[in-house]
């Protein structure tokens, strides 16, 4: 596709959106950025909805922004959309990574509820780059790499908004059944839907023994010897096909595996946790496995039975008595135990 003029940019994350704008693309640049695999979520937009994200988001930043800082970004990134009126074109930037994959359909979905007539809307979605054996999203490449993939963005068509519409929706849903079947259903018009959905259904507690896919990289990389918070957040990255978190994100996982009556994990340092936000000297922290997550990880004890669990994975909460758990033998869902 040529450009037909000033267009509007939406990327879901700074570090690409900034070489985006260094690269000199004719238009505006704006980030839509939230960490949707994680946390409450809700199908509309509204009041509600952005308090409860806001809540949720300056709990894992250690309060670095208050619930209604994070509430009011959330409503001023659903604002900045709103530009798209002023552009014969929007693109969307995403990769195949599970964040970028959640928040494309949220995104999707956002704009099937917009009146598109007369405006082009057009994706960019990569999951690999020449040269670059391990790619790990859009924000590694340079401008003019960046500025390079432009002319092969695509439509969006209607059977992508109805996707990503219902794709969101199942990511909202009180159970975990319906993205499951979504995967199932082999969601081709999005070609790496369906294995963000099946990396997102590995973040629910496994069958066999309680840790989530992210927490079991972690505990792994530390007994095989990563000890600092850098070498388990590089080692856990590396286990990754299509790395999805950030530091942000592995400091509060690492956090909660020390957590409960009986941690998995010792952290040692300046404080018996990590910093979730703004660390520094990360290398003053030492990490290890306690002899109860040594068990865990032996399968000879359940995460859950040892210290509970309360925790929101889309529209589902996990907290004792509703715990959906995910098969990693067989790669399906566990239902909760009605006993």
């Known amino acids: 596709m040529s450009a037909p003029g000033p267009q509007l940019h939406v990327h879901p994350g700074d570090s690409s959106a900034d070489s985006l704008r260094a690269a000199g693309i004719d238009g505006s640049v704006i980030v839509w950025s939230d960490l949707l695999h994680w946390g409450p979520l809700r199908p509309v937009a509204d009041e509600s909805s952005y308090r409860e994200r806001g809540e949720f988001l300056s709990g894992i930043t250690d309060g670095a922004m208050s619930p209604d800082q994070c509430a009011d970004r959330g409503r001023r990134q659903d604002e900045a959309l709103l530009a798209y009126r002023d552009f014969p074109e929007t693109v969307l930037w995403f990769d195949a990574c ?32 020449p040269g670059l054996p391990t790619f790990c999203g859009l924000g590694e490449l340079t401008p003019d790499q960046l500025a390079g993939l432009l002319p092969g963005r695509v439509p969006v068509t209607p059977a992508m908004l109805a996707l990503g519409q219902r794709a969101w929706l199942a990511l909202c849903a009180d159970s975990p059944l319906a993205s499951e079947q979504l995967a ?9 839907l369906g294995e963000a959905l099946v990396r997102f259904l590995e973040q629910f507690p496994a069958s066999e023994d309680g840790l989530c896919r992210l927490e079991r990289e972690c505990l792994e990389a530390i007994a ?11 080692a856990a990255s590396a286990a ?46 030492q990490l290890t496995v306690t002899p109860a997550g040594q068990r865990v990880l032996a399968g000879q004890a359940d995460a859950i039975a040892l210290n509970g669990i309360d925790r929101w994975l889309g529209g589902t909460r996990l907290r004792p008595g509703h715990v959906w758990r995910w098969n990693r033998t067989e790669r399906h869902l566990v239902a909760p135990s009605r006993s």
Do not use: K
């Not at 082009?120 to 780059?129: D, N």
């Not at 095989?224 to 590089?234: I, M």
């Open 98 to 129: 599970l964040y970028d994959q959640t928040i494309l359909v949220r995104l999707l979905d956002w704009f099937a509820r917009q009146d598109l007539t007369g405006h082009t809307l057009s994706l960019i979605c990569v999951g690999e780059y």
């Open 184 to 192: 199932a259903d082999d969601p081709s018009a999005l070609p790496y």
């Open 224 to 234: 095989a010897g990563a000890r600092s918070p850098v070498a388990v957040f590089r």
């Open 240 to 285: 990754e096909p299509h790395p999805f978190f950030g530091d942000t994100t592995v400091w509060a996982c690492l956090n909660q595996l020390a957590a409960g009556p009986a941690p998995l994990l010792a952290i040692a340092g300046p404080e018996l946790r990590l910093p979730q936000w703004e660390a520094r000297d990360l290398d003053r922290w």
